[in-house]
């Protein structure tokens, strides 16, 4: 028995929609993160939906090159809030308001 398609799309504009929540509600810069991520995750459980429905590998493809740029992306904000945190000792993203070098 297979689920339809339109499950598979309804549960990722929900993880979409939780994802753009913490972006636009929270100020943790962590969750913040997370929330980007979480973005991300939803964008690439459309692009292997609409693989497997199309029965087209370029959808699957398009969503490891998209896992491999996210683990880049993470590796250089965690960076980023890393040295931040060390200079200003928080992680409020209203608190940091400049980033002087």
Do not use: H
Not at 2 to 18: C, D, H, Q, R, T
Not at 69 to 79: D, G
Not at 93 to 101: E, L, Q, R, V
């Amino acid at each position: 028995m297979m689920v339809p398609l339109s499950w598979y799309l309804s549960l990722s504009a929900l993880l979409f929609v939780i994802g753009l929540c913490g972006v636009l509600l929270r100020r943790n810069i962590l969750i913040i993160l997370m929330s980007l991520e979480l973005m991300l995750n939803a964008v690439i459980l459309n692009f292997v939906a609409f693989s497997f429905y199309l029965q087209d590998l370029r959808g699957q493809i398009m969503a490891i090159f998209i896992i491999a740029i996210t683990a880049a992306e993470v590796a250089v904000a965690l960076a980023i809030v890393i040295a931040l945190t060390r200079n200003r000792a928080t992680l409020r993203a209203d608190d940091i308001n400049s980033m002087k070098g």
